[in-house]
Nanobody, 115 residues
Framework: QVQLVESGGGLVQAGGSLRLSCAAP????????MGWYRQGPGKQRELVAS???????NYVDSVKGRFTISRDNAKNTVYLQMNSPKPEDTAVYYC?????????WGQGTQVTVSS
């Protein structure tokens, strides 16, 4: 069973920083479009950022300039660096890997931003 293992969530003050990590099996990571999604209280799940196997990135407008997605191909790990988070960034963050045959999801990690 393919597993994406997330870590790094927790409580952070507004204006601080936090880094999320997600490790994936090499066979998936090497070809997948990797992404971070989030689902806040009472909200739908949304794509926060994605990065292709070639390193191209995409961000939702609300996090541009504050969050950075990156991938370490040697470690089969994708990161989400969250700088200057805001209370509205509070959500469960999910790592996802999109391949040509299906999507894989992590279990989610809670991020809470205090004001």
């Amino acid at each position: 069973q393919v597993q994406l293992v997330e870590s790094g969530g927790g409580l952070v003050q507004a204006g601080g920083s936090l880094r999320l990590s997600c490790a994936a099996p090499e066979i998936i990571f090497s070809i997948a479009l990797m992404g971070w999604y989030r689902q806040g209280p009472g909200k739908q799940r949304e794509l926060v950022a994605s990065i292709s196997s070639g390193g191209s990135t995409n961000y939702v407008d609300s996090v541009k300039g504050r969050f950075t997605i990156s991938r370490d191909n040697a470690k089969n790990t994708v990161y989400l660096q969250m700088n200057s988070p805001k209370p509205e960034d509070t959500a469960v963050y999910y790592c996802a890997a999109r391949t040509g045959w299906r999507d894989y999801w992590g279990q989610g990690t809670q991020v809470t931003v205090s004001s």
